[in-house]
């Protein structure tokens, strides 16, 4: 949720305490953040690097606000590595 829908580790405390009645610390969670991050290292490494291969590679830029400022989100993606393939166009006019 922190890094996904930017939701601060103070707001995400309050939040799984109110919703689900579990309480962690803010530093708890960080540390699962830290932990889920090394074990998905491999996995963004092969995904980085089937990208830096291929010939064509989208990127989509938007922003959004976090805390009252804006930050942006990258998304990059080939026909490989995407779910969804974007239409392809042959020829523009």
Partial sequence: MNVCQHIPYKRM???LC??????FSEGTIKNIVSRMEQRLRFAYENIRKGLLRSPVVGVDETSTCV????RWTWVWQNLQKNSK???????MT
Avoid: C, D, Q, Y
């Fill in 67 to 70: 805390n009252g400022k804006n």
């Fill in 13 to 15: 405390t309050r939040m």
């Fill in 18 to 23: 109110e919703v689900f009645g579990i309480s």
């Fill in 85 to 91: 393939p974007a239409k392809r166009l042959n020829h």
